[in-house]
């Protein structure tokens, strides 16, 4: 998935006006404003009362769900490959939000304030903050991805990480 890549969804999913915040590596590379590796995916959130709106915009650029783990999460994949990995959020009054976990007692929390702008290509986009990203890579080994991800946020931000 390339940048400009990452600005077509974007623009395409601003269009058909819903809200989607970019996590996982381009949402790290974003809040940096710049590119540190590649990436294989993009990771969106987006408000669940807005899903039939994400999927009709993706599927007219041929995306397919190729993994169903609602209401966790699923993926959508293009005919070349791309992959956007959809993560639904119900907001609540205050702004904030919760995604489904595979433990339902515990839900992912996203505070109002994780929901931030960084920068791709120079273009400003909506993304979650520092502090939220390193919430979610933890209860597995994690990969060489993640802790190139986590390494650059200790670099930039000079906050802790898990490993």
């Not at 609602?70 to 995604?99: C, K, M, N, W, Y």
Request: charged content about 25%.
């Amino acid at each position: 998935m390339t940048a400009d890549d990452v600005l077509f969804v974007l623009a395409l999913l601003r269009r058909a006006k819903v809200d989607v915040w970019i996590g996982g590596g381009w949402g790290i590379d974003a809040l940096i404003g710049e590119q540190t590796r590649d990436h294989r995916d993009l990771d969106l959130m987006h408000r669940q009362d807005q899903e039939a709106a994400v999927l009709a915009a993706l599927s007219a650029e041929r995306f397919v769900e190729s993994l169903n783990w609602r209401p966790i999460r699923f993926v959508l994949t293009a005919p070349d490959g791309r992959e956007i990995d959809l993560h639904p959020l119900v907001f609540s009054d205050d702004g904030s939000a919760v995604q489904a976990s595979p433990e339902p007692q515990r839900p992912f929390t996203y505070p109002s304030a994780c929901f931030v702008t960084g920068t791709i290509q120079g273009t400003p986009v909506p993304c979650l903050s520092a502090e939220q990203q390193i919430y979610f890579p933890q209860g597995y080994e994690p990969s060489q991805r993640d802790r190139h991800d986590m390494a650059q946020l200790r670099r930039t931000f000079g906050i802790a990480t898990h490993f």
